[in-house]
């Protein structure tokens, strides 16, 4: 009986991720290249690494010192969704943060037993200061790297977080690399298209006609 070998997926790395995401908005929306910020300068990392109290992941800190996000318009799409989110920058990363530090402080976050979490995703945790926003799609719901896992996970794996939702999900076990590598291929494959409708990069499957 012949096998048929399972194939690899290609995660590109972060500056391959940012190179084909460029060309692809240089062709499909031209405008939003001039919204792609500089590097991230050494002290704005110290800034934000103090604030946050531990160091980010070298894959973040690696897109952060090719470009500081795309802080104003909505360039990340989400499989099965028309969201569409910022690509935060330092700047982002922290203020976003900080929405919810203080919400946890205040006491307004407390653990909750109907949380629904995947496996690797530590459970019963509406928010924790081991998580950094990445994304943002305007209504404070995020994609975040977890540094704080449950058995099973891994350091920096990507999750989603909502506001106002009782769901923490696992989105790229390999963390912030393999997410943007991940969504630049669904560009690449026309899984993510812009929209003028939305407003920004989304899954073409659920664009109304």
Known sequence: ??????????????QESWSTFESWLKENWPEATQSINPPITFQELETLELALGYSIPDDLRDSLFIHDGIDDLYTIGTVGTTDTRLFLGHGGILHQWKIWDELLKNGLIEENDDTEFDAGVKPNLWWSR????????????????????????????????WHDKD????????????????FVQGLVDGTFVYSEKYGGIVDKSKIKR
């Open 1 to 14: 009986m012949s096998t048929t070998p399972a194939t690899t997926k290609k995660i590109r790395t972060v």
């Open 130 to 161: 081991k998580w950094i926003p990445i994304t943002h799609n305007g209504s404070n719901d995020h994609h975040c790297l977890d540094l704080t896992p449950d058995v099973g996970g891994k350091e920096g794996q990507v999750i989603s977080v």
């Open 167 to 182: 769901q923490r999900s696992l989105v790229s076990p390999g963390g912030f690399r393999e997410f943007f590598s991940d």
